[in-house]
């Protein structure tokens, strides 16, 4: 008996495997005595473990997206009996791009413009701040700071935090000097033409206005990419909106014709893929529109929510299933990080990857309308 360990703990610590599949990858990461080569080092990450293969996935899953936007549609393809409109899209996979405002705030905006610009996504979401701080961007500097300066000390030298951003409160002051004489012109063109503005048409006239390359609805302005805010008010363009209606009232601003819109891009596209950058409004607005078509083919969250509140920021992609705004036969991605850290090496490995197919044939400029 002395001369041998209890069987129990033999058996539970010697317990004989089962073979794995033949195709089940295997760890390794990558190894520096090759040199330095940022492009193998990303490709490594899907071997790596823990986030790093969420991220190698996620690149995978988008680049999918991408060689089936890249399959032509023919033009009779699914619109039997329908009027053709700017809901069909030519591609073969409809590209959904949501983002949180915070990442127009950081340096995450010149990746974001850079895929506008090139017409790589079709449809854009975002939040008021997503909208208002690219037109304040190119009025004035936001600035690295620091998460631990006092508030009180900021709030007396009028200087606003966002994380470890810093924004001058000037440069809000610049932005309803900008942005009020573009809202009476509206509420002129609503009164004399019956202009019919929504959210999305007044972000296309923001982009025409500011006239500004690095602005990201600058180039969804002529690329005619339509970009979408259900919540537009809740920022500082919803304070010019106010204090502008005590000096020129009148101004309407419809929200049904936008949800009509945006849930037809989904329905009448023949794939769709979801990339969405953060939690909230965009990322529900975005599931929901392609609810209308009993799920996007392909979606790839990144955010650092947690399900455990039953927050819809935080859900899995497997809870979007549930509700039908995933495929059941899709492979979504979550990937939990930091948009600022990944989404750079994202881009470069997706879409700027293929950069020359992506804008094969195409213009730098789409077809402008007012």
Known sequence: MADHAPSVALDAVLKPSCDLPEDTLKIRGYDFNQGVDLQAVLKSYITTGFQASSLGLAIEEINLMIEKRLEPVEEDEGTE????????????????????????????????????????????????????????????????????????ELRMRGINRLGNLLVPNDNYCKFEDWVTPILDQMVLEQSTEGTHWTPSKMIHRLGKEINNPDSVYYWAYK????????????????????????????????????????????????????????????????????????????????????????????????????????????????????????????????????????????????????
């Open 81 to 152: 009996g329908i009027q053709l409109d700017e809901y069909h899209s030519k591609s073969g996979c409809t590209i959904f791009l949501g983002y949180t405002s915070n990442l127009i705030s950081s340096g995450i905006r010149e990746s974001i413009r850079y895929l506008v610009e090139h017409k790589m996504v079709d449809v854009v979401v975002s939040t008021a701040g997503g909208i208002e701080e690219d037109f304040i961007k190119c009025l004035g500097h936001t600035y690295l700071g620091d998460f631990n300066i006092s508030g009180k």
């Open 223 to 370: 690329n005619n990419i339509p970009v979408f805010s259900p919540a537009l008010t809740d920022g500082s363009l919803g304070d010019m909106i106010y204090f502008h209606s005590y000096k020129n009232p009148g101004l309407v601003l419809d929200i049904v014709e936008d949800i009509r819109r945006i849930n037809s891009h989904s329905v009448f596209a023949k794939r769709t893929g979801m990339i969405i950058l953060g939690g909230g409004v965009v990322k529900h607005h975005i599931c929901n529109a392609n609810l209308m078509r009993n799920g996007a083919d392909h979606a790839v969250f990144v955010n650092t929510g947690q399900e455990f509140d039953g927050s819809d920021s935080g859900a899995r992609p497997d809870e979007a299933v549930s509700w039908g705004k995933v495929k059941m036969d899709a492979k979504p991605v979550k990937v939990y990080a930091d948009v600022s850290l990944v989404f750079p090496l994202i881009v470069a490995q997706t879409f700027a990857l293929h950069a020359d197919k992506l804008t094969a044939g195409k213009l730098t400029a789409g077809k402008k309308t007012d």
